[in-house]
């Protein structure tokens, strides 16, 4: 089967193209640039250079396509230019829909975010929960607002589900959207671990695999005009760092970060990004949340998909492993 | 009592934005709930996720209170259930910005009712019962326009200016009866996606007074509680009043003109709101 995976050389979206590969189907990668090394390369992986603002390239990439995975969007702590949130994740998934309604497709995998229900203090959410803090950032609204055309193009009569990933960790290209990955790096390699205060701030961490197979099987078994929660366990920072000193043999001095100090640092951090447009390492609000809880319950993905949670332990071991052997690789920002 | 009846806090309009805020507030303080809301918001998945995390009861009832005969109706079922309402919310409300001639007739009908009519039948519907509590509580929600004469917002304010001298009258002559009667008079806020994206299209000066409703909700609830007569909540919105009282009326134009011109139609956020808000609404979002 001929299925379109967008975002095709993003952490999900690599990730996905090769597993569909794997099972026989022709992949339409749309890529914005061809990547050089060998993300993508499989024999039924073919590559279409595009994007997903422009709406000819959108229209040869999904020719005769029968399945859409729309996993491209900015995913970013941070822009100098908010816009840019709301063109790619808003506008962009509106293009993405328009052409797969055009092309019949039978069905479309929309890869959103936790991020659409903001902290959850200290309960786990699921699916029906309504968000209860304003929407504090561009990325979760755009996230939103890009499920709103979602369930729209699915009233209409397009059969559409929607995926929700929390944080993403495990083996893959590092990117803007592997930031567990890059902390882990971190971990590995520095003495001393900047946390927030609370080391109990409790958020939840899926391994990319586990994600993977959710996307395959939300395609699958997923019900039309639903949304699933693709997670994995609610860990502590106390226990992220625990485990990753006990697997990777490392030892971090643990330095805990008063609020005051973290919001200071991310004003400062701003200010620098803007003059500059550098990426701040944070920002006021990345620091809000960073320090709120986001923990999630799968069991509806774990109920109607079959969707399998990879212990933590297991999940970071192989992930460890994966960063030690690519560290030459991981050296390039 | 040999048998009391269950305290219940009673909260309008609380789907979304101040209304939801307020209930997980109200919640987190162990009060039981009577959310209304339209049909069709997402109040009853506000109400299951209220009930599963913070171990309270909750009614949720779904009632366009703009229709007068819905808040008859509302009273009534409550007194059937024999809940006995202790805090009564006025949250309900329809905000708009644009200019007086652009905007429907029906949209400002609404906004009378919504705003003047169901706040006064709700309260005049459950005095008796509030009379009834050793103590019982009524917040009204204005906001920072019943303080000033903003262009673009002039039924909206009008309403709002309302339910201020409502509010403290009220409170004068409930006072023997041991009702606290307060109103809460917040600035701009991001009660929903529509109103987030338009509020980060203002200037500087009109954002750094944009609070979130999660801010407000713990401020009004510590203000009702202790009393309060009037209740503004951030420091922004406060500078604002103490400038009202203290500069000349021309001056006060002036700023009030320049800062509340706070939607701007060109700017590149304004077409996502078609996303979220009825076709064609454009400037006049609901609040």
């Known amino acids: ?333 | 009592m040999n048998n009391p009846k269950s305290n219940y806090t009673l909260i309008t309009g609380a789907s979304e934005g101040l209304g939801k805020a307020l209930a997980i507030e109200c919640a987190s303080r162990r009060m039981n709930l009577v959310l209304v809301a339209l049909p069709g918001s997402e109040l009853h998945s506000l109400a299951s996720f209220i009930r599963r995390n913070y171990f309270v009861g909750v009614l949720s009832i779904e009632k366009d209170l703009c229709r007068d005969e819905s808040c008859r109706e509302l009273f009534n079922e409550i007194s059937s259930l024999d809940l006995n309402i202790n805090i009564l919310i006025n949250n309900a409300g329809i905000g708009g910005t644009g200019l007086f001639e652009n905007g429907s007739i029906d949209l400002y009908e609404k906004q009378i009712r919504l705003n003047v009519l169901a706040t006064t039948l709700i309260s005049r519907l459950f005095i008796d019962m509030l009379k009834r509590n050793r103590s019982a509580y009524i917040l009204n929600v204005g906001s920072m326009a019943s303080f000033f004469c903003l262009p673009k917002k002039q039924v909206y304010g009008a309403t709002k200016s309302f339910i201020y001298f409502f509010s403290k009258t009220l409170r004068r002559e409930l006072k023997q009866n041991n009702i606290h009667v307060s109103v809460l008079c917040p600035g701009g806020m991001n009660t929903n996606p529509a109103v987030t994206l338009l509020n980060k299209t203002g200037n500087y000066i009109s954002r750094l007074s944009i609070m979130n409703p999660e801010e407000v909700a713990p401020l009004a609830i510590d203000g009702l509680l202790k009393g309060k007569p009037v209740i503004v909540p951030g420091r922004m919105n406060r500078v604002f009043l103490v400038l009202d009282k203290m500069l000349p009326e021309k001056i006060k134009d002036l700023l009030t003109g320049s800062t509340m011109k706070k939607i701007n139609p060109d700017h590149s956020l304004v077409r996502y709101l078609s996303v979220v808000a009825e076709p064609g609404s454009g400037e006049q979002a609901i609040a």
């Open chain 1, 1 to 333: 089967m001929k299925i379109l995976v967008t975002g095709a050389s993003g952490y999900i979206g690599s990730k996905l193209a090769h597993a569909l590969a794997v099972k026989g189907n022709t992949v339409h990668a749309l890529v914005r640039s061809a990547p050089s090394d060998s993300l993508l390369k499989h024999p039924n992986i073919k590559i279409f250079t595009g994007d997903i603002l422009n709406k000819e390239s959108l229209a040869v990439a999904i020719k005769n396509c029968k399945q859409v995975y729309h996993t491209a969007g900015v995913v970013r702590l941070w822009a100098k230019d908010p816009d840019i949130f709301y063109q790619h994740n808003v506008s962009g998934t509106q293009n993405v829909l328009e052409a797969a309604w055009k092309e019949g497709v039978s069905k479309f995998v929309y890869t959103s975010s936790c991020g659409v229900w903001g902290s959850c203090n200290d309960h786990m959410l699921i699916e029906t929960d309504p968000r209860t803090s304003a929407f504090d950032n561009d990325y979760d609204l755009s996230k939103f607002l890009a499920e709103k055309s979602v369930k729209e193009y699915g009233s209409r009569g397009l059969f559409t589900v929607i995926v929700n990933p929390p944080r993403v960790y495990g083996p893959g290209p590092l990117r803007h959207s592997s930031g567990v990955n890059r902390f882990i790096l971190r971990l590995l390699r520095k003495k001393i671990a900047l946390l927030p205060w609370r080391l109990e701030t409790k958020a939840n961490y899926a391994f990319i695999d586990d994600v993977v197979k959710g996307h395959l099987l939300a395609m699958d078994r997923g019900l039309g005009g639903e949304r699933y929660i693709l997670g994995g366990e609610n860990i502590s920072y106390r226990r992220l760092v625990e485990t990753v000193n006990t697997i990777g043999q490392t030892k971090n001095l643990i330095v805990r970060m008063p609020p005051v100090l973290f919001k200071t640092i991310g004003h400062i951090e701003l200010v620098r990004g803007k003059l500059n447009g550098h990426d701040p390492l944070i920002t006021p609000n990345v620091a809000k949340r960073l320090q709120s809880d986001k923990m999630f319950d799968c069991s509806k993905a774990i109920r109607q998909l079959g969707y399998h949670i990879t212990p933590f332990e297991e999940g970071l071991t192989t992930t460890i492993n994966h960063l030690k052997n690519n560290l030459y690789e991981n050296e390039q920002p």
